[in-house]
């Protein structure tokens, strides 16, 4: 994530790979396969990917590409999506709609530390997601994008979105963005985040008894490049307490990421997801 100008409320702190509450985990009636009609990863799952972080910037796009691949991407499914100054990795799963949502997260991390939880917690997260999603007939065309350089200035998701036609934006039903988990429950960058889609999240997490809160930081992430050409974007991340301490840090390596939050994310934004693929997209405009 971005360099954070500002504060986010003090939520909960939950050190190194301590499950939060059980409440958190098992959520009555709110995700199941049975109810999401598609395949829902168990916690161990998640565990497993956390702790196969790349400490190495210049090889975490290759361990992306071969996450992608152990949940199911073909070789010639993952797309690299080269500009001229970053490269991102795509893999879609097709709808039967021309309307597309796009779940991203960055692969990049900054300079200190191994980016554990900013951002190879929401890697993990994209490639459950879309494990879940390819399982399913999607109405509409998901769009799986681990994003380059965004630690440097947003580079991979603006590329992206300048190359979109402008004639085709309106295709693009909303743009769901996952950046750090691993310290407290789901949230919204409510400044990175348009007001409808913000709403609609915070609407299924209510709707499906998730512990949700929203923040607002003046920080950034890549939903700004999507929200500034008009597309509906939300950024979720899980952060909370001396999150400050550890982005960004020596501190942020897998002993800071609790496990917990990363799976109370994944819940949430696999929900969300669901929801987006089923909903009216001129409601998000």
């Not at 161990?44 to 992608?68: F, H, K, P, Y």
């Not at 879609?92 to 997260?105: C, D, F, I, L, Y």
Request: aromatic fraction near 8%.
């Amino acid at each position: 994530m971005m360099r954070w100008m500002g504060f986010l409320k003090t939520i909960l702190f939950l050190p190194r790979w301590r499950l939060l509450p059980l409440v958190f985990l098992i959520l009555p009636g709110s995700v199941s396969g049975q109810n999401v009609g598609m395949p829902v990863a168990e916690a161990n799952a998640l565990r497993s990917d956390l702790t196969g972080i790349v400490c190495d910037n210049e090889m975490r796009r290759q361990a992306v590409r071969d996450l992608l691949a152990k949940h199911g991407a073909g070789e010639h499914e993952i797309t690299s999506m080269a500009y001229k100054k970053v490269t991102n990795l795509a893999v879609e799963v097709p709808g039967t709609s021309p309307e597309r949502v796009v779940v991203g997260a960055h692969y990049d991390k900054s300079r200190r530390g191994c980016g554990a939880i900013d951002n190879w917690s929401g890697i993990v997260i994209l490639a459950h997601l879309y494990k879940a999603i390819r399982a399913t007939k999607p109405n509409k065309t998901f769009v799986f994008v681990a994003f380059g350089r965004e630690e440097e200035g947003l580079l991979g998701s603006k590329a992206m979105v300048d190359a979109i036609p402008k004639e085709e934006r309106a295709n693009y039903c909303a743009m769901v963005n996952l950046d750090s988990f691993g310290m407290g429950r789901p949230q919204v960058l409510e400044n990175a985040s348009t007001g409808k889609l913000t709403r609609l999240a915070q609407a299924v997490a209510r709707e499906n008894d998730i512990p949700f809160a929203s923040g607002i930081a003046a920080g950034n992430s890549d939903s700004s490049s999507f929200r500034s050409k008009g597309i509906p974007a939300v950024t979720l991340h899980g952060l909370a307490g001396r999150f400050s301490e550890v982005l960004h840090s020596s501190a942020d390596t897998e002993r800071a990421v609790n496990l917990g939050s990363v799976y109370l994310g994944y819940q949430f934004a696999l929900l969300l997801v669901q929801r987006l693929d089923s909903c009216d997209c001129s409601e998000l405009r």
